[in-house]
């Protein structure tokens, strides 16, 4: 499902908070836009979501324009927002139950994306019961269990130790590879980004100041010299 991101400018208060936006995402591809805190990037997620809308420009999946939060793009945020009173399973069954699926096929589904994530000994316990980075792969799950097109992360393992978002890391491409959907990943991390994406967009003061096609073959070795010059050229985007 391809992303087309046409001359989109966001302000907040007056202040020009993305300032002509331009981008395509091709279908299965997994981008991650890259730039520190205030850079934009957050906002354009957000717009992408449909949870906002440009004040000038144009998003469009697949020919059609994005006004709207939609099935066909789910999200996935730093903080997962389990439903505590719900169980693992009763989390990621309930989008597919709000659109209209029967809860018999519904808890199958989400049966199935217990499964993915390997997490299938903990489909009956609750969020207090799990560790940070079960909770995230059950909020990975459950925007999965909608079956979206595209899926928006923002920053999704930022508040992980380092041990536990290393293992995020790889077990997220195992899911992408399996489900193949397009995935566009917040970060603000160079090794996270290298270590994920296809492309990296690097955002600037509300600007994409540019791109770099990351041809790692996977799984990636953070130890392997072409990984240190690919992080060494996007610095120098990111400190400049």
């Known amino acids: 499902m391809a992303l087309i991101v046409e001359n989109v400018k966001k302000f907040y208060n ?3 908070v993305l300032k002509g936006i331009n981008l395509t995402v091709q279908p299965h591809e997994f981008i991650c836009v890259l730039g520190s805190s205030g850079g934009g990037k957050s906002t354009l997620l957000n717009l992408i979501a449909g949870f906002i809308k440009p004040d000038e420009g144009v998003i469009k999946v697949n020919g059609s324009f994005v006004s709207k939060p939609s099935k066909e793009r789910g ?4 903080d997962h927002a389990l ?3 719900f169980t693992v399973l009763e989390n ?5 139950i709000v659109q209209g699926m029967p809860k018999k096929k519904a808890l199958e589904k989400a049966l199935h994306y217990i499964e993915l994530i390997g997490l299938s ?8 019961q799990l560790s940070g980075g079960m909770k995230q792969r059950v909020g990975i799950a459950r925007a999965l ?3 979206p097109e595209i899926l928006l992360m923002d920053e999704p393992f930022g508040a992980l130790d380092m041990f536990t978002r290393e293992n995020m890391r790889t077990e997220l491409i195992r899911i992408w590879k399996e489900v193949k959907p397009t995935i566009i990943f917040i970060t603000h991390d160079l090794a996270e980004a290298v270590y994920l994406a296809d492309r990296v967009i690097v ?3 509300g600007m994409i100041a540019t791109e770099l096609e990351i041809h790692l073959p996977r799984p990636r070795n953070y130890r392997d010299p072409e990984f240190s010059i690919l992080m060494e050229n996007l610095e120098e985007h990111f400190v400049s």
């Open 14 to 16: 007056d202040h020009l």
């Open 75 to 78: 999200v996935v945020f730093q």
């Open 83 to 85: 439903y505590p009173w």
């Open 92 to 96: 990621i069954a309930f989008g597919p």
């Open 121 to 128: 000994d903990y489909a009956n316990h609750y969020p207090e």
């Open 145 to 147: 269990a909608g079956e």
């Open 203 to 205: 955002m600037k003061n």
